[in-house]
């Protein structure tokens, strides 16, 4: 399936059968302190460096209603942040997932993304469009 915007991608987890979580890990690029010279040229043209995530958060879709709202609630804990990595966790059996359950998945995604593998999560700008890293 492919997710053409953010509010698809909320149409799409309102109409699961079963209960979902969206979790949403925040991140900017950064450029590591060993960056050549080149790289350094090539980040402060604004391409390059390394997406940190900085914070997370996970909502049920009925939480959340648009875009800027999520983009406010982030603003509230003052880090900028340039993508958002939005991945959907399924519940079971007409039950949602658990908290131990979205906590460890929210720590796998933090942990892909800092080792560059974001295949799996839907990258948003600040402006709600998807991003296409690569």
């Known amino acids: ?4 915007s ?4 909320m149409r799409e987890a309102r109409q699961q059968t079963e209960p ?5 890990v925040f991140s900017r690029a950064e450029l590591p302190e060993d960056a ?3 790289q350094r040229a090539h980040f402060d ?16 879709p009925h939480e959340l209603d648009t875009f800027p709202a999520l983009v406010e609630e982030a603003r509230q804990f003052g880090r900028e942040w340039a993508v958002v990595f ?6 079971r059996g007409g039950l949602a ?5 979205v906590e460890a998945s ?9 080792a560059g593998r974001v295949a799996s999560f839907i990258p948003f700008d600040r402006q709600g469009q998807p991003v296409l890293l690569g």
């Not at 399936?1 to 053409?4: E, G, L, S």
């Not at 979902?20 to 949403?24: A, H, K, P, T, Y």
């Not at 997932?97 to 359950?101: A, G, K």
């Open 1 to 4: 399936m492919t997710i053409a």
């Open 6 to 9: 953010f509010d698809e991608l």
């Open 20 to 24: 979902q979580r969206l979790l949403f």
């Open 97 to 101: 997932p658990t908290s131990e359950e």
């Open 106 to 114: 929210l720590l796998r995604m933090v942990e892909s993304i800092k």
């Open 45 to 60: 043209a604004g391409l390059g460096g390394a997406l940190t995530p900085l914070m997370y958060v996970d909502k049920a």
């Open 86 to 91: 939005v991945a959907a966790l399924a519940g």
């Open 36 to 38: 050549s010279p080149v």
